[in-house]
């Protein structure tokens, strides 16, 4: 839901799109075909690439097609599971995994996300939306920003699954008993 909520907020900021393509980007087939369609607006806006030409046979520079490229592979690689994971929950598939249409089980579903899988699946939204917004409103943000958004989400693949939530729920036990003890120590006096 954030994924979507964070694109309708991108497609319709004032220095952004026009009318037209938020229509265009708004019928696109999936939510992931909509955030492809709004990157790939941006970069035919920024650089001037005209409709009627593939990106990768446009005059640009090797490096701003290759950003488009893993702006791309983030969308289909980081993206597209969180999206299709929060509608498999959202159409009851907590125990059993079904077929896109719904007709047959796949298999059983994964196991519920702790705190810190969610989480960081939300930091990804975040990081990967900051991107896609900054390239659709300032080519020379976009260019500044690019690694460092793009190095966050790296960074935040390596932990993605929670795996390390043991010690982050240990951590916040300890916290909390050393909150304990201070207040008791207060009271003695």
Known sequence: ??????????????????ERERKLIAGSKSQIDRWKSAVDFAFRRQYSIPMHLELQDSSVDSVVISRYGIIVEMLDGDLKPIIEGRNKIAHGQWVWELNNLETQFKGRAADPMNYLA??????????????????????????????????????TRCVIDGNDYPQFEAKIRNSGQQGIRSTMKGKKR
Do not use: C, W
Not at 143 to 148: A, P, T
């Open 118 to 155: 969610i989480s960081r699946r939300g930091e990804i939204i975040d990081n990967l939306a900051e991107i896609v917004h900054v390239l659709i409103v300032s080519e020379p943000a976009f260019q500044r920003e690019f690694d460092r958004l793009y190095g966050k989400i790296s960074s």
């Open 1 to 18: 839901m954030i994924a979507e909520a964070r694109l309708r907020k991108i497609t319709h900021d004032p220095q952004g799109f026009n």
